[in-house]
């Protein structure tokens, strides 16, 4: 047998020989291999004998022998795979997948399908293999299990359905995601068929794997609240708090990300994927109104209708960081990024109707938050920590109509109002004379829904005002913070912006490491830190948000994060890959309720296409024509009121028909009302458009019965700009000229609003509608704008006209400037040219001067000046003059004007300049610093110090020395040496301290530093003089100087130190400036105690013999004892009973004696006296000791200051 294949071209039908395989008998089954898939291919069988059968074939070339064949055509098994992969919804964490379905060929069907997605960057990575063999159509099952490696997520789809939600994604990451078809076949086994005689059907599975499609996962912002902080009759105010610009992610212990949403505020194994606001859109009533910057926060609806019900929202637009790249990439394209490339994060829909006319009893309610100052009564003011209110009070205004209305129908007002954080509704009842009420502490980070009632007198239905709400600042909440990379000696982290409240800003961010303050002020732009860490250590990092209010003060810190550098590895990656998520018992296919099933399109035949057209024709023909007039009511921007009540309908009318078109839309719209109405309002209109409409009766079957006349309205706009131009010009008198502007729709001119700007401010004129031309006094050489706007009452204001600029001819004199004169009771200014404008000349010039106390505080005006009887004129003068003086000012200042006279243009005077003759300058105030004072102090602690210790070690050496035991000689002795030892050392040390001593005695060393004074510019400073005690002392010193070094001898116990100012002008040099008290009680000699024959009467330092203690220890240690005690023996006590000697003592008062030292009997108590000398120092402490002693011991011990009158005791 022989088998011969060819392919088969389907559009041309021409067989092309393909393979030809020869089977022996008595083999039934041929296998042909190496074929393509999908493929037609035609089989023919040829059986081959010994004794040929012959079949007779004519044709045009005779006749010719072919064996017995027979033909069959066959088909591979093929499939045309899936397309349009697309993305139809998608949020955070779920992404809504559809295609279209794959075609099976051949004898295969598609068995289900298989959504599998990863993320982008191992996709490409991963998948490099795959895309090699990507012209193959079908995958066998292997190429599956190589798909698994990779660790794609899948999820399996049922054949009937063609679309998918995959979940637990990560927002802020794109994903990667492909569709795999798996397909059956039944095809005929040929071992089956060899073992047994009936056939068996094998089922065989193949895969195909589809093109794959990159999806970025929404990073959507928190959802925004609107809330409407104000309204009148036809505006509303409208604040919004930044909403949350991140999304957490929850890391599990693995490393990887899990889903959940909530309590992940404070959550330290919480990452955040920050969003990007880009913008803000205000929508109304479904449409967008308004596309905002994405740093507001308020605006304000305007034109809205009385009584109107508004539905507000509010739309959040922003991007991730994928997004951001490929805004970028298309901007670099030349493209520009469309509302696709945004995720959208919507408010819930805020529903608020107007009041719906003046004579509503609250036409306006507003609240607000207002901070109070510490003025107030502090116990309103203060804080509630516990309960955390904020220092301020909650402002609610509301307004009634004018007095037009009547007022006294209103009994009462009931405010109530709650808030998020207490729900409970509370209220308060004021009087109808009260529009405002102030909400008392009320709490930080909250919002407050305020309405308010009002109460009619008749005890009839009461008012309840629409809600407005009012947020309470406070401090901003805690960053979320997480770590996002770490090296081997540095991490980095990474936190979202908090929540902020109200006016609260952030002004920057203050990390903390260990508890510790850690670096600068962070920038608010700053999401990401760098921070170096070590190995072997733990670190707890937190971050606190920086708030720009002093009141509100700062955030929380945030959740710590845990760093222990010992685990942390270098390679660590804190944004892991997505890996597969594992779901338990996954359903082979998705619920039916997320299946839309598309609905057929039911074609109409053409037989009930001609029926109805024949219908409709006769409708037409039948309809009766019965008038319709309509009436045009009011005509706003956006609205046509339309009216027909004086058609009377009949019986058939069922319902209206208003079909109306416009300029700007001409696709018609239809309106249908019922037939109990007879008016209606369009809305959505265009401004400044002509509209079409046309009014339609309609019966039973859409008879029409009657109709009106095409109207056409024009809709109301503000006027246009009105057509301006500057009329006469008169010197400063400019008249300003305008034309009528023009008028859209049902409008009426009401007024015009005339701006005027210069230089120093911007003024605004209202004027009646009849007015064309205004005329007003300009300002010389001042550049002046105009422009104008017509004012209707329907629809406000219209725009600004073109401005027109003018500038006004006059002169505007230079300021007048004063000169030194280098003379005494002389003043001497000068002028600048003055400013020009048109053709004017200088005539000449005229000076006033008067003459004033100092003591007068107020300035002078030019009339105060030239009017006043004791003014000195100087003029006039020419042109080309440029100064002037006035001599002889006895005292005080002047006041000097100028007068600039021409024949074009009215005087012109320059503004008054108070000027003085030449002052002396004003002293130095100088600051004295002694030198080395810290240090004699501290010299002196210590030499007291080693003086004390000498002193003990010397007589517990000399009580050892007198002992007369012969008991521990030894030990006596060794105590003795050490002691001597000691006591040696230790005059060493004391004399070295006391040579240190000697380098800061005998003077005082100061700095003497000051600031430039005041001189004014006349009689300038040419130097400085120290003045010592009166007197000159040094040389004279520079005018840059500002500090000198001064040392003074000790020869007198107090300095006064001043400095003056030096002057080469005639008015002379400054008084002495401040004075200075400078003590050299510190620097005198260290002194403890002096030996009668070293000290000497009126000798000083450095001489010998002066209160030092260096001679007397030089003094002592000379004389020593001879026995080589090395210590002045010990003299003892003094004797029980000692001899009293009479004492007389001459008192100078009664020129009596008296005795100094009484008898047992008449003084009980033991007499104390000392005897001192003025010239010793030693002597003058020890006398105010012994006055001290005396003072403290009264009443005990009997002195000489207590029996007689001492004298002064010495200073010096």
Not at 350 to 364: F, M, R, Y
Not at 842 to 861: C, H, V
Request: net charge neutral; charged share 20%; aromatic share 8%.
């Amino acid at each position: 047998m022989a088998v011969k294949c060819l392919e088969v071209d389907v559009q041309s039908m021409d067989g092309v020989v393909l393979a030809q395989k020869f089977i022996p008998i008595p083999a039934v089954t041929c296998l042909l291999d190496s074929l393509q898939p999908n493929c037609q291919y035609t089989l023919t069988v040829y059986s081959h004998t010994r004794m040929r059968d012959k079949v007779e074939q004519k044709g045009m070339g005779g006749t010719k022998y072919m064996p017995a064949s027979m033909s069959v055509v066959g088909c591979t098994l093929g499939l045309t795979p899936t397309s349009r992969l697309e993305v139809v919804s998608k949020n955070p964490n779920t992404v809504s997948l559809t295609w279209w379905p794959a075609t099976p060929h051949g004898p295969a069907f598609i068995d289900k399908y298989i959504v599998q997605w990863q993320e982008t960057a191992s996709t490409l990575q991963k998948c490099q293999a795959l895309s090699e063999t990507s012209s193959c159509l079908l995958q066998s099952i292997s190429t599956l299990d190589v798909c698994r490696d990779f660790e794609w997520s899948s999820q399996i789809v049922s054949r009937e359905d063609c679309n998918c939600t995959i979940g637990r994604l990560i927002a802020g990451v794109t994903y990667s995601c492909r569709v795999v078809t798996v397909l059956e076949s039944t095809m005929v086994s040929s071992e089956s068929s060899l073992q047994a005689s009936s056939t068996e059907a094998v089922p065989n599975t193949f895969w195909h794997v589809g093109d794959s499609i990159n999806v970025h996962s929404s990073v959507a912002v928190g959802k925004p609240r609107l809330l409407v902080t104000a309204y009148t009759t036809t505006s509303i105010q409208l604040y919004w708090p930044k909403p949350k610009m991140c999304i957490p992610v929850r890391v599990n212990d693995q490393g990887r990300f899990v889903e959940e949403m909530e309590g992940l505020v404070y959550n330290p194994r919480c990452k955040g994927v920050v969003s990007v606001l880009k913008s803000y859109r205000v929508k109304v009533d479904g449409s967008l109104l308004a596309t905002l910057d994405s740093e507001q926060s308020k605006y304000i609806v305007t034109g809205r209708e009385l009584g109107s019900t508004c539905c507000l929202a509010l739309e959040a637009l922003s991007y991730g960081e994928g997004m951001r790249k490929k805004r970028a990439a298309k901007s670099r394209a030349g493209g520009v990024s469309s509302s696709d490339d945004f995720d959208i994060s919507s408010s819930d829909d805020v529903i608020l109707s107007l009041p719906q006319s003046e004579s509503c009893p609250i036409v306006s309610l507003s609240c607000h938050f207002t901070s109070l100052s510490l003025s107030y009564d502090t116990e309103k003011i203060l804080c509630d920590e516990s309960k955390e209110c904020a220092c301020g009070v909650i402002a609610i205004e509301w307004q009634i109509p004018g007095e037009n209305v009547c007022s006294s129908a209103i009994r009462k007002f009931i405010v109530r109002w709650s808030s998020d954080k207490n729900p409970t509704q509370r209220s308060v009842s004021l009087s109808a004379n009260t529009h405002c009420y102030d909400l008392q502490s009320p709490l930080q980070k909250d919002v407050y829904s305020v309405s308010i009632e009002a109460v009619s007198s008749e005890d009839t239905e009461s008012y309840i005002s629409p809600v407005v709400q009012c947020q309470v600042p406070g401090p901003p909440d805690p960053p979320q913070l997480w770590l996002h990379s770490a090296n081997e000696d540095s991490l980095t982290i990474a936190w979202s912006e908090p929540q902020t409240y109200s006016s609260v800003k952030i002004k920057g961010y203050q990390t903390y490491i260990n508890g510790k303050k850690t670096g600068n002020l962070l920038e608010t732009v700053h999401r990401k830190a760098a921070i170096p860490y070590r190995k072997h250590k733990k670190y707890e990092i937190a971050m606190v948000a920086v708030s720009d209010s002093i009141e509100f003060g700062n955030s929380l810190p945030s959740c710590p994060l845990l760093i222990d550098g010992a685990t942390l590895s270098a390679a660590h990656n804190p944004v892991p890959t997505v890996k597969k998520v594992q779901f338990a018992n996954q359903p082979e296919s998705i619920d039916d309720t997320s299946v839309v099933a598309a609905k057929p399109f039911d074609r109409e035949s053409s037989g009930m296409q001609q029926k109805k057209e024949r219908l409709k024709a006769t409708k037409k023909s039948i309809a009766r024509k019965l008038p319709l007039q309509v009436d045009i009511g009011e005509v706003t921007g956006d609205s046509i009121s339309l009216d027909w009540t004086k058609f009377i309908p009949s019986d058939d009318v069922i319902c209206y028909e208003i079909q109306w078109s416009s300029v700007a839309s001409p696709s018609s719209k239809k309106v249908v009302i019922r037939a109990e109405e007879h008016s209606h309002t369009l809305t959505g209109c265009q401004k400044q458009t002509s509209h079409f409409i046309r009014v339609l009766a309609l019966g039973d079957g859409d008879f029409v019965l009657a109709r009106s006349k095409q109207l056409t309205v024009q809709t109301a706009a503000p006027p246009g700009p009105p057509d301006l131009r500057v009329g006469n010009v008169s010197g400063c008198n400019v008249v300003v000229e305008w034309q009528r502007p023009e008028l859209f729709g049902p409008t009426h001119l009401i007024g015009y609003k005339l701006r005027v700007e210069c230089s120093t401010n911007v003024e605004e004129i209202e004027l009646s509608a009849a007015t064309t031309a205004y005329t007003m006094k300009c300002r010389p050489c001042e550049l002046h704008t105009f422009s104008v706007k017509g004012m209707t009452l329907e629809c406000g204001d219209g725009l600004y006209s073109p401005s027109v600029s003018l500038t006004c001819d006059g002169i505007v004199p230079s300021p007048l400037t004063s000169l030194p004169t280098g003379m005494v009771g002389t003043v001497r200014v000068r002028w600048d040219p003055p400013k020009i404008h048109g053709n004017i000349k200088i005539k000449s010039y005229k000076i006033f001067w008067l003459i004033e106390s100092d003591a007068n505080p107020y300035d002078m005006s030019v009339s105060d000046i030239i009017e006043n009887a004791a003014v000195v004129c100087h003029g006039p003068l020419k042109s080309s003059v440029s100064g002037d003086q006035l001599t002889n000012i006895p005292s005080g200042c002047c006041w000097v004007v100028a007068g600039v006279y021409s024949s074009q243009a009215e005087v012109a005077y320059s503004v008054p300049l108070k000027a003085y003759p030449a002052r002396p300058p004003k002293s130095p105030v100088i600051t004295v610093t002694v030198v080395n004072l810290d240090e004699r102090k501290k010299l002196e602690v210590m030499a007291r110090q080693l003086v004390s210790q000498r002193d003990s070690l010397q007589l517990k050496l000399h009580w050892q020395k007198s002992k007369q035991s012969r008991r521990a000689v030894k030990k006596r002795e060794a105590e003795v040496s050490k002691l001597a030892h000691t006591l040696a050392a230790t005059e060493k040390e004391l004399m070295s301290c006391l040579r240190s001593l000697q380098q800061h005695t005998g003077y005082v060393s100061m700095c003497v530093s000051w600031e430039r004074p005041w001189d004014d510019g006349d009689a300038t400073v040419s130097g400085y003089q120290l003045i010592v005690d009166g007197s000159p002392w040094g040389r004279k010193l520079l005018s840059s100087s500002n500090d000198v070094k001064v040392k003074l001898g000790i020869g007198k116990s107090t300095y006064q130190v001043q400095m003056t100012t030096l002057c080469k002008h005639p008015v002379g040099n400054s008084i002495p400036g401040n004075a200075v008290s400078i003590s050299t009680v510190d620097f005198q000699p260290f002194s403890v105690y002096c030996f009668c024959n070293v000290h000497e009467e009126g000798s000083v330092w450095p001489d010998q013999g002066s209160c030092s203690y260096l001679d007397s220890l030089t003094y002592e240690l000379t004389r020593l004892p001879t026995d080589g005690s090395a210590v002045y023996p010990h003299l003892g006590f003094l004797a029980p009973h000692p001899i009293q000697s009479p004492c007389n003592v001459f008192d100078l008062s009664d020129s009596k004696w008296r005795n100094l030292i009484g008898t047992s009997v008449d003084m009980p108590m033991p007499t104390q006296v000392l005897f001192w000398t003025r010239w010793c120092r030693p002597s003058l402490t020890a006398v105010e000791l012994f006055v001290k002693l005396a003072d403290e011991l009264h009443g005990e011990v009997q002195t000489a200051q207590s029996l007689y009158a001492t004298q002064t005791l010495p200073t010096e």
